[in-house]
């Protein structure tokens, strides 16, 4: 066990009231809905996914575009590394990247809001957004745990999804919202507005540094049609995270995974417009650019 497995332990036998936030890639590890029993057996008292703070995203990116027209270009900015290596690699880029909230930052902002007294730990795919973006807000996320610290943590704890199999296990969610398809390549830019604003060939989708690098190349020298910039560091999105157990599966069984949890919920769940105004209200999106 690690650090980070050892604080997540700790804080779940000494805080009764902690909320883990799941990323939507969780799917091609963990089997919903047996994984929201499983946290709660593990000593959450609530589970969320991102798929509010993925709306917001959503939606403060189109109020950004809207309100800034002549602005050449919008870089994406969800992803920590992508953020990291623009600031560091292409800094004269830095103004392009969109100022405002990750769906990670965006739901633990919500989350603070609308339960003051919770820690909010956050489940993700990759370090990423435990050592480049998590650590900007310490106020906001106490913690941040991988999908392999977390397969690790349920098989010592003797928590298996074959015991949460006789009835569904609802997420403590504000909504339940096509946004998870985020974490595939392409997924912001399919879900948001951005088609509203810009021809289809002004949109750019790639993941992967090698094919980033010539996009952000082609920016600098202003040698490019794309105005909007929908890029991610991992092959494939989100769904290519490095501390994803189940990372040899091929990408197209992934995605396949994380659409078909998608439709299922729409399916089962309606169009998944509960959320609430009051849920957001007064809530700073900007990030920490």
């Not at 730990?121 to 957004?129: L, M, R, T, Y």
Request: charged residues 25%.
């Amino acid at each position: 066990m690690n650090e980070y497995q050892n604080k997540l332990l700790e804080m779940l036998s000494a805080e009764p009231k902690v909320i883990a936030m799941l990323a939507p890639s969780f799917v091609i590890d963990f089997p919903h809905p047996q994984t929201v029993g499983m946290l709660k057996k593990l000593g959450f008292e609530k589970v969320t996914e991102l798929t509010f703070g993925a709306r917001m995203t959503n939606y403060w990116y189109k109020e950004y575009i809207e309100q800034n027209p002549d602005q050449k270009y919008f870089i994406a900015s969800p992803c920590p590394i992508i953020v990291d290596f623009v600031e560091k690699q292409y800094p004269e880029l830095k103004e392009y990247l969109i100022p405002y909230a990750s769906p990670m930052l965006a739901m633990s902002k919500i989350c603070k809001k609308n339960y003051p007294d919770y820690k909010i730990v956050f489940i993700s795919p990759c370090q990423a957004k435990r050592v480049l973006e998590a650590v900007k807000y310490p106020e906001l996320i106490n913690l941040v745990i991988t999908f392999k610290e977390l397969g690790e943590i349920l098989e010592n704890q003797g928590i298996k999804a074959e015991d949460f199999t006789e009835s569904e296990y609802p997420f403590d969610s504000f909504i339940t919202e096509r946004t998870k398809i985020y974490p595939i390549s392409g997924g912001l830019a399919q879900t948001s507005h951005v088609q509203n604003f810009f021809k289809p060939e002004e949109i750019c989708v790639a993941d992967e540094i090698k094919n980033i690098q010539p996009v952000l190349e082609d920016i600098k020298n202003s040698a490019t049609p794309y105005r909007f910039i929908d890029i991610l560091n991992c092959p494939g999105g989100c769904v290519g995270g490095p501390d994803i157990k189940n990372r040899d599966l091929p990408l197209a069984e992934k995605d396949k995974l994380v659409i078909d949890y998608r439709n299922k919920s729409i399916k089962d769940y309606g169009d998944g417009r509960e959320g609430k105004k009051e849920f957001v209200l007064d809530i700073d999106f900007h990030s920490k650019l």
